[in-house]
């Protein structure tokens, strides 16, 4: 029997929303507003920070088998 983990769904959905560090406010990804390819900025109080949803080093990334 292979032992191979899929993605985890219920984490890829927890990230679809990302909230900010500073204020805490949820940000859907309608109302995200990227700064670059990294950054999003907070609709709200205009804080930039990376968003747990992106890409991070090492963690499982969509489509990569
Ligand atoms: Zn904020």
Same mark, same amino acid.
């Given at each position: ?6 993605? !985890? %769904?219920? @984490? +890829?959905? /927890?990230? %679809?929303? /990302? #909230?900010?560090?500073?204020? $805490?406010? %949820?940000?859907? =990804? /309608?109302? +995200? @507003?990227?700064?670059? %390819?990294?950054? &999003?900025?907070?609709? @709200? ?5 990376? =968003?747990? $949803?992106?890409? #991070?080093? $090492? +963690? !499982? #990334? +969509?489509? !990569? &088998?």
């Amino acid at each position: 029997m292979p032992r191979s983990r899929k993605i !985890n %769904l219920g @984490k +890829v959905r /927890a990230s %679809l929303n /990302a #909230q900010c560090p500073k204020c $805490g406010h %949820l940000i859907p =990804p /309608a109302e +995200v @507003k990227r700064v670059d %390819l990294e950054r &999003a900025q907070c609709p @709200k109080c205009g804080e930039k920070f990376q =968003p747990g $949803g992106f890409r #991070q080093d $090492g +963690v !499982n #990334q +969509v489509g !990569n &088998a």
